[in-house]
């Protein structure tokens, strides 16, 4: 019962100071917006702002993806396209989800366990 009640205070310790820190740092960084703000450097603060509400980037849910057929999908219409393909076929499709799994793994192994990537005498021991 000891030991518990050790690690339990040790437990409360820690993420009381994981809470101070977190406070501390978010403290810091609401006072630099503030700072740039009074000062008048609004490019800085916009910025600040962007960087603080997670949008900071332009575009930066569009990855561009592979589509079914092989090609790059690189602007918003063709992802999404591409997605709704995707998720579509997966509903669509009648078989086994551990078979699927199984031809999903086949088709995309290893490449050190490619056949046509082996070279004759690389797979024999070193002596």
Do not use: N
């Not at 630099?32 to 949008?55: N, Q, Y």
């Not at 063709?78 to 551990?98: M, N, T, V, W």
């Not at 799994?101 to 797979?123: N, S, T, V, Y």
């Amino acid at each position: 019962m000891r030991l518990v009640e050790e690690y339990r205070k040790a437990a409360k310790a820690a993420k009381d100071s994981l809470r101070d820190d977190a406070r501390k740092t978010w403290s810091i960084h609401i006072e630099k917006g503030i700072e740039l703000r009074a000062k008048g450097d609004f490019k800085a603060f916009w910025r600040w702002l962007r960087g603080t509400t997670g949008k900071s980037c332009r575009g930066c849910c569009s990855r561009p993806t592979r589509q079914a057929d092989g090609s790059l999908a690189s602007t918003e219409d063709e992802i999404l396209s591409a997605h709704y393909q995707f998720y579509a076929d997966l509903c669509r499709d009648p078989g086994d989800p551990a078979e699927r799994e199984r031809a999903w793994w086949k088709e995309h192994e290893p490449l050190q366990e490619r056949e046509e990537l082996r070279l004759e005498g690389c797979d024999s021991p070193i002596t």
